[in-house]
């Protein structure tokens, strides 16, 4: 039994280059043990793969994208299930495209459910504005469903650039000070400012550009789950704003849970 | 009267502007506002719905009027000069400040301005102007812009929006000349098309420019798109869809939206009492889909409406309405069919017969694969077949529309 320690949740390119090597070897998928950090291993026989030449492979283009998505993903298999493809694809280059095969299309659905968190996470991040001395900084509470904190930064960077802002989540933290990221530890809900004065302004904006006389939870509620609504200042607004509408509407909002669920014991919301 | 603070302002101005469907941010040229003075950027592709409403609609874009006075009387629009709403006006610097506030907060990833018109249609569209410019100029602002153009406007004013903009639209508000005439007086098709002719026109200058220059000016990069109201006159889904046919030929549209009529407070006699159903508006975006991404032309789609009424099913959509009516063309082989023909089936989207077309270079398919690549099999098996699976001839089935159709129960309704 191999033995690989990956630096992180998504330790992508930690997988690739260990994955690079054990193919070369064409180690079995079930000879190999991936681990993150120094969680201890109850495996007493395994020993550890640290030194791992460099080798190269070729693999389908897509696959590298695929694989990255996937170790974002916030399932233990993930790395395994990937080098178990990797496998694969060494022998049967064309199986990427076949997405009606089971095993592709697990994996695929793995891909769709990180860059539905990842698109989620732009869409629902909302900042609240903390003043520092003459500096204002933007900081924003958020978990997302899978370990795509870093693969979201660039977004942040790219739109809000000459800002100072913070993201925190339970697994770590992001700080933009308008030339540099810094990373920091997991953060709490309360490490967050409670207020923002412009978040009023925006929830009579909410309410105003709402029609009652279409009212559609289902709709809504597809694309903006409950397990969101903590953390979006309008959503506050939504069982008054469809009171007004029909008894089912009202009865569909109320019978979907409330409270929202921690990190890593969330069902897959695809 | 008081003064009003802007969330008062704001919460008149937004009603005001919500009967307009369009919200999108999507198109256009990737921006970042890394290396610049502001904030702001867009993707290129597809936008972000910061939120929804509880009506199910997206959020991407603060979605405002600048004024909701207007010389104008059109029967269907809350802001008619006859209307009694309480009027209200923001300046275009309360339009700046509010824009960035709320993208500053990632509440929005852009601004969707429109306007009353006021004094003249010049006055109005330079009072519209001044706001892309600020946020454009002053502000640096890199995020996305869609503004609504005024038909009668100056072309230079027009000129000048869509420089600053990444989509400019002008409602074609009813689907026929006569509805327009009867619902809109004041309008104009001739130049309504005339307008959209214009900036059809300025866009492909600007991306041709673009493309010999690198810094030459854009116009709307985006393009433009317009929207249509449904069930405020007599024009049946037929003609709708007609006239969308002609609109995305004619001025190479990126969307049409359509938006049902929706009873607003203080409305006018001259309007139907009765709203159309949603329903209608849903099966009208569909039919749309059906010409943008499968290639239905806009007669095929008419052929899906009832002979009679010149209307689409309710209870099915226009793609199943079409099949049912053409089922001597099914089953078809997803080991064999060309595309076009997959594209055909209920219940198979574009990326499921992409995935078929793929997969089948490889090996052949069961109907588990194709069950793999769809929501529901239920649907599709009757206009299908797979290596393990072959329905009974559809032409002697007297139960399919039974069999596949949401609502059996409205089966009496099928003539054909
Ligand atoms: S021109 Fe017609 S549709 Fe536009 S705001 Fe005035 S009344 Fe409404």
Request: net charge positive; proline share 7%.
């Amino acid at each position: 039994m191999r033995v690989v320690r990956l630096d992180d949740e998504d330790d992508f390119d930690g997988w690739r280059t260990a994955a690079r090597a054990l193919a070369a070897e064409r180690v079995p998928a079930d000879q190999v043990l991936w681990q993150i950090g120094d969680a201890p291993t109850d495996l007493f026989a395994a020993t550890a793969g640290t030194a791992l030449p460099n080798r190269s492979l070729t693999v389908p283009k897509d696959f590298l994208g695929l694989a990255a998505s996937v170790c974002l993903h916030r399932d233990p298999q993930r790395f395994s299930l990937l080098y178990a493809l990797l496998l694969r694809v060494l022998v049967q280059p064309h199986i990427l495209q076949d997405r009606a095969d089971r095993r592709i299309s697990v994996l695929r659905r793995m891909q769709q459910a990180v860059g539905r968190d990842v698109h989620k996470m732009h869409a629902f991040v909302r900042f609240r504005e903390l003043t520092e001395g003459e500096q204002s900084r933007f900081v924003a509470w958020f978990e997302p469903d899978h370990h795509i904190l870093r693969a979201t930064a660039g977004f942040f960077v790219n739109r809000f650039a000459t800002m100072h802002w913070s993201i925190l989540t339970p697994e770590g933290s992001l700080h933009w000070d308008t030339r540099s990221l810094t990373e920091g530890p997991p953060a709490e809900k309360t490490d967050a400012p409670g207020d923002d004065p412009v978040e009023a302004i925006w929830k009579s904006y909410y309410a105003s550009t709402f029609n009652p006389a279409r009212v559609n939870s289902r709709a809504m509620l597809k694309e903006m789950p409950k397990k969101y609504w903590h953390g979006l200042p309008e959503a506050a607004l939504i069982p008054s704003l469809v009171a007004g509408a029909s008894q089912r509407e009202r009865e569909m909002i109320a019978r979907l849970p409330t409270t929202p669920r921690r990190m890593g014991r969330r069902p897959d919301p695809s | 009267m008081a003064q009003l603070d802007i969330a008062q302002k704001l919460s008149i101005l937004a009603d005001a502007a919500k009967y307009d469907a369009s919200c999108s941010s999507s198109g256009g040229k990737k921006r970042s506002s890394v290396g610049g003075k502001g904030i702001g950027s867009t993707s290129g592709g597809s936008g972000i719905c910061h939120a929804y409403t509880p009506d199910g609609r997206c959020i991407s874009l603060l979605k405002i009027l600048l004024t909701n006075s207007c010389i104008f009387d059109c029967h269907y629009c809350i802001n008619r000069r006859s209307s009694n709403v309480r009027r209200a006006r923001f300046t275009a610097q309360e339009v700046v400040a509010l824009t960035l506030d709320f993208y500053r907060r990632n509440y929005i990833e852009g601004l969707f301005l429109s306007s009353g018109i006021i004094h003249s249609p010049d006055y109005t569209m330079e009072q519209i102007l001044e706001v892309a410019r600020s946020l454009r100029e002053d502000h640096d602002f890199r995020g996305y812009i869609h503004l609504k153009t005024i038909p009668d406007a100056d072309p230079a004013l027009v000129t000048r929006a869509g420089q600053h903009a990444d989509r400019v639209s002008i409602n074609v508000e009813l689907p026929t000349r006569d509805g327009l005439h009867a619902l809109a007086p004041e309008k104009s098709e001739t130049r309504i098309e005339n307008a959209m002719g214009f900036m059809q026109t300025a866009i492909a200058d600007g991306a041709d420019a673009r493309r010999r220059y690198r810094y030459a000016p854009v116009f709307a990069p985006a393009g433009q798109s317009t929207q249509m109201i449904v069930g405020a006159d007599t024009a049946n889904d037929r003609d709708i869809v007609a006239r969308a046919g002609r609109l995305y030929g004619q001025f190479e549209l990126r969307r049409i939206y359509y938006s049902a009529f929706s009873p607003i407070p203080d409305a006018s006699a001259a309007l139907p009492p009765r709203r159309p159903p949603l329903m209608r508006e849903h099966r009208l975006y569909q039919s749309d889909w059906l010409m943008r991404f499968y290639a239905f032309t806009p007669d095929e789609v008419g052929d899906a409406a009832d002979p009679v009424t010149g209307m689409l099913p309710l209870d099915i959509d226009p793609k199943l309405a079409w099949a049912l009516k053409f089922r001597e063309q099914f089953p078809v082989d997803v080991n064999r069919a060309p595309k076009e023909l997959l594209l055909r089936v209920p219940g198979l989207g574009p990326r499921a017969v992409q995935a078929i077309v793929q997969a089948r270079r490889w090996r052949r398919l069961r109907l588990e694969d194709v069950g793999r690549l769809t929501v529901s099999l239920k649907k599709l098996r009757p206009f299908l077949i797979t290596d393990d699976w072959r329905p009974i001839s559809l032409t002697d089935r007297t139960d399919l529309r039974q069999l596949v159709a949401p609502q059996p129960q409205q089966l009496d309704l099928f003539a054909g």
